[in-house]
Structures are given as C-alpha cells and as structure tokens.
C-alpha cells in the first residue's frame, strides 16, 4: 500500500485521545484581520473549523478586521490613530468600522465556511444583545508611572454579555461567526477591539479553549523568540517591562481577563500557519503561546 495513506490513518488514529478531550467542547477563535490572508488561506481556514464542527468540538468564530478597515478608511480619507492598540474611533469612523466588519469581513468568513458544508451564521454584538457595551477608556502609563486616562471615542468594553443566542446557535448545529460592534445603552454604536470581544464571549460562555489567532508565532520575549508557556505573572512582567507593546496589549490583557471569567486556557497563535487550528487542538506539537493560571 501506498505508504502516504498509512501516514495520514495514522495521523488520524492519533488523534483520537485529543478529539476525546475535545468532545462537546466549546473553542472560542478569534479570526485576526491581520490572520485571514488571501481566499486560498481563507479556505483552509474554513476548511478546519467544518472539520472540528464535524468531530463534536464547537467553534464561536469572533473576527478583526482591522487592516480591512484602514483601507476603506484610506479610500475615504479618514485618518485613523491607535492608543494602546485600540482604535481613536469618532463618529464618521464607527460607521465605517462597523460597515466594513458586519458587512464585508463577517459575509467573507461565513461564504467560506459554508463552501466547505459548515453551517455559518453571521452575527454581530448588536444582535439580541450579545454585547451591550460602556465607553472604554485607555490606561495610558507614562515614563514616570503617572497613569492618565485617553478618551478613545467610540470604543467599547463589553459590560453586558448576552450568550444565548450563541448557545442556541450551537445547539442547533450552527457556527457563529461574530462581528465586534456592540450596543451602547443610548442607541450608540461601539467598536470593540477584536480581542476583547473575543475575549468577552469567552468568558461569558465558561469556553474551554480561547485561541487568538494573528500574525506572529505567539508572544515573543526580548530576545524574539517565542514564549511557550506564560503564566499571568509572566504577561504582566513583560508588559511592565515594554516587551509586549503594540496590538499584542489587547491579546494578553483578554487572555488575563477570560482565564479571570473561568475560561480554561488561551493560545495565541500564527494564524497564516497552515492547519494551526488544528495543530493546536488535535495533536501533541500545539502551537504559540499558552497563556493559563
Ligand atoms: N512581545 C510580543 N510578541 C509578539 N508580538 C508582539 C509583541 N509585542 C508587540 N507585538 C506586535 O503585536 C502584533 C500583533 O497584533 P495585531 O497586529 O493587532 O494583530 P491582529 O491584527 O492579528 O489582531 C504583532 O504583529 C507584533 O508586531
Ligand atoms: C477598538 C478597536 O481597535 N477595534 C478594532 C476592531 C477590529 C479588530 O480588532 O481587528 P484586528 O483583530 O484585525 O486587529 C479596529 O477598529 O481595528
């Protein structure tokens, strides 16, 4: 027999203690902006989610969107400024960032799934009141430790986190595929961070796996290599130190704050990585950096 076939039986037989683990759990992904690629790399992705639909394991997608936004927000000549790896979100912006993330990131990522045979839904924090958020303010430490606080606009905390209709979906059969505005309590529209939503959902849900997928192997420590395993203390002495710094802010503080809300652990990973999904649920190499108490 051709030994290509023994192979992959065999790479399947091994992963039968993993999808026992695995069984019924529920993996919230973030789908990073920066992750998603081009169509063939979209494809994969959805690909390995039908696949872990298909094995008993229940992904909630929750994507970015943000190198997709800096376009559109480009074309329409609207600057656009980060703090802490968040977006100074005005007016006009919110409008835009939430046409472009309800609109055309969350339609690309469910058409893709559904290609595959999944049965995707696209939602957003607005439906049924999945987020209901309050204005988010940035921490800002200064030189001196002095903290200030930055008025970011239009950016959100999930205050208010409503899953039910995430259950539901998952019961039914359905992968959730969900976009991070939320509501604002006075009919505001709020863009959340990709992470915290993430994050958020996770949390709220007691989620057994939340991955963070991005750009970059997982958290790197000053010599650039990749941690693989961090604990709390860890996250916030490299923080202190400068050695997380830019959009990795957003990741740690979620992974602190939904291992915080009872989620068991948190992988941030390269999600430009073939199968990384899958290498990091199904097989004993896993992938980034795990992140738990
Ligand atoms: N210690 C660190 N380890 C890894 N990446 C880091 C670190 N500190 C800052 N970063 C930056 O964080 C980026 C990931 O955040 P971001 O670009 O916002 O990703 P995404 O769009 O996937 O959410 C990396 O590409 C890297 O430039
Ligand atoms: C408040 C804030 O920063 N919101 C993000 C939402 C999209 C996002 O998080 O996209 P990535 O995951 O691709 O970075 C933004 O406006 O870019």
Request: a negative charge.
């Amino acid at each position: 027999m051709n030994r290509d076939w023994i192979a992959t039986a065999r790479t399947l037989s091994e992963a039968l203690p993993y999808l026992q683990r695995y069984d019924g759990a529920t993996v919230v992904i973030k789908f990073g902006g920066h992750a998603m690629g081009d169509d063939e790399a979209m494809e994969k992705f959805a690909r390995d989610i039908v696949l872990m639909k298909q094995c008993n394991v229940h992904p909630v997608i929750v994507h970015g969107g943000g190198p997709m936004i800096n376009d559109l927000l480009k074309r329409l000549d609207i600057q656009s400024d980060f703090v802490a790896g968040k977006r100074v979100t005005d007016e006009a912006t919110v409008e835009v960032v939430e046409m472009v993330l309800t609109g055309r990131v969350n339609k690309r990522i469910v058409q893709a799934i559904n290609a595959q045979g999944g049965k995707a839904v696209g939602l957003s924090g607005k439906d049924a009141n999945l987020m209901v958020c309050d204005k988010a303010l940035a921490q800002l430490t200064g030189p001196d430790g002095t903290v200030t606080e930055a008025d970011l606009g239009f950016v959100g905390d999930p205050a208010e986190v409503n899953p039910d209709v995430v259950r539901t979906f998952l019961d039914s059969d359905f992968i959730p595929v969900i976009a991070p505005i939320g509501a604002g309590r006075n009919g505001e529209t709020y863009n959340i961070n990709g992470d915290t939503a993430a994050g958020a959902i996770a949390a709220a849900m007691k989620a057994d796996r939340l991955l963070l997928l991005t750009d970059v192997a997982g958290v790197k420590d000053a010599s650039g290599d990749v941690i693989t395993s961090l604990s709390a203390e860890d996250v916030r002495r490299l923080t202190a130190e400068g050695v997380i710094a830019g959009g990795m802010i957003p990741k740690t503080e979620t992974a602190l704050a939904a291992l915080d809300g009872g989620v068991r652990a948190v992988v941030i990973l390269d999600g430009r990585a073939p199968h990384a999904c899958l290498l990091e649920l199904f097989t004993a190499h896993g992938a980034g950096s795990l992140i738990r108490n």
